[in-house]
Protein backbone atom coordinates (compact mmCIF):
# COMPACT_ATOMS: atom_id res chain seq x y z
CA UNK A 1 0.00 0.00 0.00
CA UNK A 2 1.55 3.33 -0.51
CA UNK A 3 0.91 6.22 1.74
CA UNK A 4 0.00 9.65 -0.20
CA UNK A 5 1.15 12.87 1.82
CA UNK A 6 -1.48 14.15 3.00
CA UNK A 7 -1.81 18.00 5.12
CA UNK A 8 -2.80 18.55 8.66
CA UNK A 9 -2.05 21.68 9.23
CA UNK A 10 -3.63 25.18 10.88
CA UNK A 11 -3.63 27.93 8.49
CA UNK A 12 -0.95 30.21 8.44
CA UNK A 13 -2.53 33.00 9.42
CA UNK A 14 -1.03 35.74 7.09
CA UNK A 15 -2.52 38.93 7.00
CA UNK A 16 -2.51 41.11 3.71
CA UNK A 17 0.78 42.70 4.85
CA UNK A 18 3.01 39.63 3.61
CA UNK A 19 0.89 39.92 0.37
CA UNK A 20 1.81 42.92 0.21
CA UNK A 21 5.47 41.89 0.85
CA UNK A 22 5.02 39.37 -1.86
CA UNK A 23 5.13 41.90 -3.98
CA UNK A 24 7.42 44.65 -2.75
CA UNK A 25 10.27 41.94 -2.43
CA UNK A 26 9.54 40.71 -6.01
CA UNK A 27 9.73 44.45 -7.59
CA UNK A 28 13.30 45.08 -5.34
CA UNK A 29 14.81 41.81 -6.31
CA UNK A 30 13.40 42.03 -9.93
CA UNK A 31 14.70 45.73 -10.08
CA UNK A 32 18.51 45.07 -8.88
CA UNK A 33 18.39 42.46 -11.45
CA UNK A 34 17.41 44.71 -14.55
CA UNK A 35 19.64 47.55 -13.14
CA UNK A 36 22.68 45.47 -13.02
CA UNK A 37 21.39 43.84 -16.19
CA UNK A 38 21.69 47.32 -17.92
CA UNK A 39 24.98 48.58 -16.42
CA UNK A 40 26.50 45.32 -17.75
CA UNK A 41 25.20 45.81 -20.97
CA UNK A 42 28.09 47.96 -22.45
CA UNK A 43 26.48 50.25 -23.54
CA UNK A 44 26.82 53.70 -21.34
CA UNK A 45 22.95 54.81 -22.83
CA UNK A 46 21.96 52.05 -20.59
CA UNK A 47 23.23 53.99 -17.28
CA UNK A 48 20.03 56.36 -16.79
CA UNK A 49 17.65 54.05 -17.08
CA UNK A 50 19.96 51.34 -14.86
CA UNK A 51 19.92 54.28 -12.14
CA UNK A 52 16.14 54.65 -12.04
CA UNK A 53 16.15 50.88 -11.27
CA UNK A 54 18.30 51.35 -8.59
CA UNK A 55 16.23 54.33 -7.16
CA UNK A 56 13.23 52.05 -7.46
CA UNK A 57 14.81 49.19 -5.23
CA UNK A 58 14.87 51.28 -2.43
CA UNK A 59 11.86 52.33 -1.40
CA UNK A 60 10.68 48.82 -2.11
CA UNK A 61 13.14 47.15 -0.16
CA UNK A 62 12.95 49.78 2.87
CA UNK A 63 8.50 48.98 2.85
CA UNK A 64 9.40 45.18 3.64
CA UNK A 65 10.36 45.45 6.79
CA UNK A 66 7.89 47.57 7.90
CA UNK A 67 5.11 45.14 6.21
CA UNK A 68 6.81 41.82 7.72
CA UNK A 69 6.59 44.08 11.22
CA UNK A 70 3.26 44.50 10.92
CA UNK A 71 2.60 41.19 10.18
CA UNK A 72 3.83 40.33 14.15
CA UNK A 73 0.91 42.30 15.58
CA UNK A 74 1.16 43.25 19.07
CA UNK A 75 4.72 41.52 18.84
CA UNK A 76 5.70 43.97 16.72
CA UNK A 77 7.78 45.39 19.08
CA UNK A 78 10.43 42.41 19.46
CA UNK A 79 10.81 42.28 16.03
CA UNK A 80 14.59 42.93 16.36
CA UNK A 81 14.63 39.68 18.73
CA UNK A 82 14.87 37.91 14.95
CA UNK A 83 17.93 39.68 14.19
CA UNK A 84 19.76 39.67 18.47
CA UNK A 85 19.27 36.88 20.40
CA UNK A 86 18.51 37.97 24.35
CA UNK A 87 18.48 34.70 25.98
CA UNK A 88 20.41 35.41 29.44
CA UNK A 89 23.62 34.04 29.03
CA UNK A 90 23.36 33.26 25.29
CA UNK A 91 23.06 36.98 23.71
CA UNK A 92 24.13 38.07 20.33
CA UNK A 93 23.61 37.44 16.71
CA UNK A 94 20.30 35.18 16.07
CA UNK A 95 21.48 33.65 12.77
CA UNK A 96 19.69 30.21 12.68
CA UNK A 97 20.71 28.89 9.21
CA UNK A 98 18.32 25.72 9.70
CA UNK A 99 15.21 28.62 10.02
CA UNK A 100 14.04 29.73 6.62
CA UNK A 101 12.42 32.67 8.33
CA UNK A 102 15.86 33.33 10.04
CA UNK A 103 17.71 33.13 6.79
CA UNK A 104 15.08 35.62 5.14
CA UNK A 105 15.30 38.06 7.67
CA UNK A 106 19.38 38.17 7.19
CA UNK A 107 19.30 38.03 3.73
CA UNK A 108 16.87 41.01 3.55
CA UNK A 109 19.37 42.98 5.51
CA UNK A 110 22.13 42.10 3.27
CA UNK A 111 20.20 43.48 0.43
CA UNK A 112 19.44 46.36 2.15
CA UNK A 113 23.04 47.33 2.68
CA UNK A 114 23.33 46.77 -1.06
CA UNK A 115 20.38 47.99 -2.78
CA UNK A 116 20.90 50.99 -0.04
CA UNK A 117 24.67 51.96 -1.49
CA UNK A 118 23.69 51.53 -5.34
CA UNK A 119 20.74 54.11 -4.63
CA UNK A 120 23.13 56.37 -3.31
CA UNK A 121 25.64 56.07 -5.54
CA UNK A 122 23.40 56.37 -8.37
CA UNK A 123 22.10 59.45 -6.84
CA UNK A 124 25.76 61.03 -6.56
CA UNK A 125 26.63 59.95 -10.56
CA UNK A 126 23.30 61.74 -11.56
CA UNK A 127 25.30 65.13 -10.17
CA UNK A 128 28.85 64.22 -11.28
CA UNK A 129 30.18 62.03 -8.46
CA UNK A 130 29.66 58.80 -7.17
CA UNK A 131 30.83 56.95 -4.48
CA UNK A 132 32.40 53.71 -6.23
CA UNK A 133 34.51 53.52 -9.21
CA UNK A 134 32.90 52.03 -12.03
CA UNK A 135 34.47 49.29 -12.20
CA UNK A 136 34.13 48.05 -8.93
CA UNK A 137 30.84 48.88 -8.78
CA UNK A 138 29.88 46.65 -11.55
CA UNK A 139 31.47 43.85 -9.39
CA UNK A 140 29.51 44.95 -6.30
CA UNK A 141 26.21 44.98 -8.56
CA UNK A 142 26.80 41.19 -9.80
CA UNK A 143 26.98 40.45 -6.02
CA UNK A 144 23.89 42.09 -4.64
CA UNK A 145 22.04 40.97 -8.11
CA UNK A 146 22.84 37.69 -6.72
CA UNK A 147 21.39 38.62 -3.52
CA UNK A 148 18.20 40.09 -5.29
CA UNK A 149 17.43 37.15 -7.17
CA UNK A 150 17.18 35.26 -3.83
CA UNK A 151 14.89 37.74 -2.42
CA UNK A 152 12.54 37.69 -5.27
CA UNK A 153 12.38 34.15 -5.33
CA UNK A 154 12.43 33.38 -1.73
CA UNK A 155 9.07 33.57 -0.78
CA UNK A 156 8.15 31.57 -3.59
CA UNK A 157 10.90 28.94 -2.46
CA UNK A 158 9.62 28.83 1.18
CA UNK A 159 6.06 28.78 -0.35
CA UNK A 160 7.09 25.34 -1.57
CA UNK A 161 8.50 23.78 1.31
CA UNK A 162 6.26 24.37 3.37
CA UNK A 163 3.07 21.75 4.33
CA UNK A 164 0.62 24.07 3.09
CA UNK A 165 -1.87 22.64 0.46
CA UNK A 166 -1.55 23.36 -2.85
CA UNK A 167 1.66 25.19 -2.06
CA UNK A 168 3.76 22.41 -1.07
CA UNK A 169 2.33 20.20 -4.08
CA UNK A 170 4.30 21.96 -6.85
CA UNK A 171 8.22 23.25 -7.27
CA UNK A 172 7.87 25.73 -9.53
CA UNK A 173 6.47 29.03 -7.29
CA UNK A 174 10.70 30.10 -6.22
CA UNK A 175 10.99 30.77 -10.43
CA UNK A 176 7.32 32.03 -10.71
CA UNK A 177 7.62 34.85 -8.16
CA UNK A 178 11.55 35.68 -10.22
CA UNK A 179 9.74 35.93 -13.13
CA UNK A 180 6.75 37.83 -11.56
CA UNK A 181 9.27 40.17 -10.60
CA UNK A 182 11.24 40.67 -13.01
CA UNK A 183 8.41 40.96 -15.32
CA UNK A 184 6.55 43.55 -12.94
CA UNK A 185 10.27 46.10 -12.45
CA UNK A 186 10.62 45.99 -16.07
CA UNK A 187 7.28 47.56 -16.53
CA UNK A 188 7.18 50.14 -14.05
CA UNK A 189 11.15 50.95 -15.05
CA UNK A 190 9.88 51.78 -18.38
CA UNK A 191 7.08 53.85 -17.33
CA UNK A 192 8.86 55.69 -15.62
CA UNK A 193 11.81 56.66 -18.15
CA UNK A 194 8.79 56.83 -20.88
CA UNK A 195 9.52 60.62 -20.13
CA UNK A 196 12.97 61.32 -20.11
CA UNK A 197 15.45 61.89 -22.99
CA UNK A 198 18.16 60.29 -21.49
CA UNK A 199 16.87 56.94 -21.12
CA UNK A 200 15.20 56.67 -24.05
CA UNK A 201 17.82 54.40 -26.03
CA UNK A 202 16.52 51.74 -22.87
CA UNK A 203 13.25 52.07 -23.31
CA UNK A 204 13.19 49.26 -25.83
CA UNK A 205 14.88 47.04 -24.41
CA UNK A 206 12.68 47.50 -21.82
CA UNK A 207 9.83 46.34 -23.58
CA UNK A 208 11.78 43.38 -25.22
CA UNK A 209 12.90 42.49 -21.67
CA UNK A 210 9.33 42.75 -19.99
CA UNK A 211 7.68 40.20 -23.03
CA UNK A 212 10.59 37.65 -22.23
CA UNK A 213 9.82 37.61 -18.54
CA UNK A 214 6.28 38.08 -19.23
CA UNK A 215 6.47 34.83 -21.18
CA UNK A 216 8.43 32.71 -18.68
CA UNK A 217 5.88 33.87 -16.54
CA UNK A 218 3.10 32.51 -18.14
CA UNK A 219 5.43 29.09 -18.97
CA UNK A 220 5.91 28.68 -14.89
CA UNK A 221 1.89 29.46 -14.10
CA UNK A 222 1.17 26.53 -16.94
CA UNK A 223 3.84 24.19 -15.03
CA UNK A 224 2.09 25.06 -11.93
CA UNK A 225 -1.11 24.38 -12.55
CA UNK A 226 -0.14 20.81 -14.33
CA UNK A 227 2.39 19.93 -11.34
CA UNK A 228 -0.51 21.10 -8.80
CA UNK A 229 -3.31 19.11 -11.43
CA UNK A 230 -0.94 16.01 -11.08
CA UNK A 231 -0.55 15.92 -7.50
CA UNK A 232 -3.94 16.09 -7.24
CA UNK A 233 -4.81 13.30 -8.91
CA UNK A 234 -2.48 11.76 -7.03
CA UNK A 235 -4.35 12.57 -3.83
Known amino acids: MVFLAEHFVRSPQWTWYILFYFFFA ?3 GGAYLVGTLLRLSGDARDEPAARVAFY ?5 TLICPILLTADLGVSWWKFWHMMVDVT ?20 LLVFGFFVTVSAVDAWMRNRGGGIIPMVVNRAFNI ?16 LSVSNQPVWSDTWVL ?12 AALIALLIRNRPDAGFS ?16 ALIIVFFITVGAAGALA
Open 26 to 28: GIA
Open 56 to 60: VCLPA
Open 88 to 107: PGDTGLNFKYWSPMSVGVWA
Open 143 to 158: IGAIVAIFIASYTGVL
Open 174 to 185: GGLFLASGLSGS
Open 203 to 218: LGRLHQADGYFSVLEL
